[in-house]
């Protein structure tokens, strides 16, 4: 979505890993990732990294000091079902 500052690929691993695929609503605390048998990857994952801060300058909790890097670091991040 044009104007926002995404997480890349690597950083969403990073902020579920460090959540170890478990939700971070307190609470909730619901295991993100499982086997699957009818996915190429084995994989099931229905966790998702979301922004802290608003990914989007203007958007819900936007922090106009934040810079565009700092929007999509893991820092901002929280892992969420």
Known sequence: MAGRDEF???TK???AKRAAYICSHPSCSYLTIG???DRKSGVTM??????????A???PRSDSS????QRRSEAN???MC
Do not use: N, Y
């Open 57 to 59: 300058k203007r958007g």
């Open 35 to 37: 086997p699957s048998d």
């Open 13 to 15: 691993q990073q902020i």
């Open 46 to 55: 229905t966790g998702v990294a979301a922004h802290i801060v608003a990914a």
């Open 8 to 10: 890349s690929a690597p």
């Open 77 to 79: 991040g929280i892992w």
């Open 66 to 69: 934040l810079s565009a890097e």
